[in-house]
Structure formats: structure tokens, C-alpha cells
């Protein structure tokens, strides 16, 4: 198996660029947590979610499913992920 997993790879320093990187304007996710109230707690969110990476116990979140409509009349699916994992 050539890759299977970056969890040796990602640490606090990783996580907290790729935080920064993440858009914060978007719709919440299936969770209901904005990047506002995740940015809160943003250290210990992070540590937390670093923690279950690393430990394996982690299992990303199901995408909030939702359609934007066309104009032709029909709807582009459109996928909004969760801040909280």
C-alpha cells in the first residue's frame, strides 16, 4: 500500500495554516457550527481534532447536501462541509 495515511505527517502548525486557508464565509455545515464559533475555542479544537487524527479515532462528518438552481431551470447539488469534524 503506497499511502495509507498523512497522520505522521500533520501537527498543530499544519493544522492551524490550514485553518487559516479554509473560507469562513460560508453556510454551517450538518452540525450548525460557523467558522465563528469554531474560531472561539480554536486551540483546543484543533488539538482535539489533531488528537483523533492521530490516535485513528477519527471519521470525517457527513456533507450538508443542498441545490442551487440553474438557469435552465434545473439544480447544481452542492456539497457545505462542517467546521466541527
Known amino acids: 500500500m503506497a499511502l495509507s495515511s498523512l497522520h505522521h505527517v500533520i501537527d498543530l502548525e499544519w493544522?492551524?495554516?490550514a485553518y487559516r486557508l479554509t473560507r469562513k464565509d460560508g453556510a454551517p455545515g450538518i452540525d450548525g457550527v460557523t467558522a465563528a464559533d469554531y474560531a472561539k475555542n480554536l486551540g483546543a479544537n484543533l488539538l482535539d481534532l489533531l488528537d483523533?487524527?492521530?490516535s485513528g479515532r477519527y471519521k470525517a462528518p457527513p456533507v450538508r447536501r443542498t441545490y442551487i438552481p440553474k438557469a435552465?431551470?434545473?439544480r447544481r447539488p452542492l456539497g457545505i462541509p462542517t467546521h466541527r469534524a
Open 52 to 54: 483523533r487524527i492521530k
Open 15 to 17: 493544522m492551524q495554516e
Open 72 to 74: 435552465d431551470g434545473s
